[in-house]
């Protein structure tokens, strides 16, 4: 029987709704009526997850990583009594366990905080999104530096990740990205996301967003300057000091089995024959929306889930044909040359050079191998 050893619980509610942010979320005007509502979403919800779960053939294991995202999951204060109670306290942590928890600057206080490390978080994502505060107007963040620079230092000496934006709207004077994170960096972050701003179509400063060929350059200048820093940058939009980084995701970028509850949160489940089953959470009425992944899907999304990743791998590990195999070596040999992966023996390993255009290598990749053998 299949296992399961990681879950995430989405937790939606947020003071303010920032207007770039297009994950699912709800304003918090209410805490006690809409948390209780929530937690009996919960309830309802568990019971289908567990249904789904038996008739896929699935077992519960000490979850080797557990992480509440948002939503600003630091403002569920009862989260830690809830969680307590069945049947969610029949869910067990493995010895070492990476349980992380997002926390928005001023949306927290000390009594909630200590009882989430009670409850076994030990890490945290902090919702920084830039460390200057004409920016963090622009980006609609309710939270000012000041609060920033509370949260940080009361997190000293912890395990905690900040978010970084790029591609803020353009101000009068340009942003000076590399004093932010100096700054930042002086609170000893262990890990750094770097997001780049998608904004919806009512995106009202739209207008000022730079072009991708800047925003590509500013991705290029953090990264240069996160592993000058030490930092190791493992992932497209991530970075952490060795040994930091997030176990969590990893399970998302290796395709291993990761369970999903809460309204809008998402799951994954590898199947037999090397198919999958990925499943999304209604937000009304805790029922799921199922997406069946066939062979041929899985593997091509293990590929680009690992053109994201900073390991190498070996052409052999997605083709197993000599054909397929030679014409994605070519492929590389390509790319190498314009600059953007290069080779280790027998074995591959993307650069941030080519993480910036990945979407359009991924294009090429797809044109390359159309005729051939889908991945093994």
């Not at 307590?84 to 493995?94: D, H, M, V």
């Not at 963090?136 to 970084?164: C, I, K, P, Q, Y």
């Not at 998402?266 to 090397?274: C, K, Q, R, S």
């Not at 591959?348 to 090429?364: F, I």
């Amino acid at each position: 029987m299949s296992s399961i050893r990681s879950l995430y619980i989405h937790v939606p509610y947020c003071r303010h709704l920032c207007n770039y942010c297009d994950f699912y979320k709800v304003r918090l005007s209410d805490a006690r009526t809409q948390f209780g509502d929530y937690e009996r979403y919960l309830q309802r919800n568990w019971e289908r997850h567990e249904s789904l779960r038996a008739q896929l053939g699935l077992a519960w294991e000490p979850l080797e990583t557990l992480y509440f995202g948002g939503g600003t999951p630091s403002l569920w204060v009862r989260g830690p009594e809830f969680l307590a109670q069945k049947p969610f306290s029949e869910l067990r942590l493995a010895t070492g366990a990476e349980v992380t928890l997002e926390i928005d600057p001023g949306a927290w206080d000390e009594a909630s905080l200590r009882a989430w490390k009670e409850f076994g978080v030990n890490r945290f994502s902090v919702g920084t999104q830039a460390f200057d505060e004409d920016f963090l107007r622009v980006l609609d963040r309710t939270h000012d530096l000041a609060s920033v620079r509370v949260l940080l230092g009361r997190l000293a000496g912890e395990n905690f990740s900040v978010d970084f934006l790029l591609g803020a709207p353009e101000l009068t004077q340009p942003r000076q990205i590399e004093r932010e994170l100096e700054e930042l960096l002086r609170y000893e972050p262990r890990h750094v996301s770097l997001y780049i701003l998608q904004p919806a179509a009512g995106y009202k400063l739209k207008t000022k967003i730079p072009d991708d060929e800047r925003v590509g350059a500013e991705y290029l200048r953090v990264s240069e300057f996160l592993r000058a820093a030490g930092y190791h940058h493992y992932e497209v939009s991530n970075f952490a000091r060795p040994g930091f980084e997030s176990r969590h995701n990893l399970k998302y970028w290796h395709s291993k089995n990761v369970a999903g509850i809460g309204p809008s949160a998402t799951g994954y489940f590898g199947l037999a024959g090397d198919t999958g089953l990925r499943y999304k959470w209604k937000v009304s009425d805790a029922a799921e929306e199922r997406e069946a992944l066939g062979a041929a899907e899985v593997g091509l999304e293990k590929l680009y889930l690992r053109l994201r990743l900073s390991e190498p791998f070996a052409v052999r590990e997605f083709y197993a044909d000599a054909q397929s195999q030679g014409s994605f070596t070519s492929l590389l040999e390509d790319w190498q040359l314009r600059g953007y992966c290069h080779s280790e023996g027998l074995k591959w390993r993307m650069l941030p050079t080519g993480w910036v255009v990945l979407d359009s290598l991924m294009g090429e990749l797809f044109q390359r191998v159309t005729g051939e053998a889908g991945p093994s």
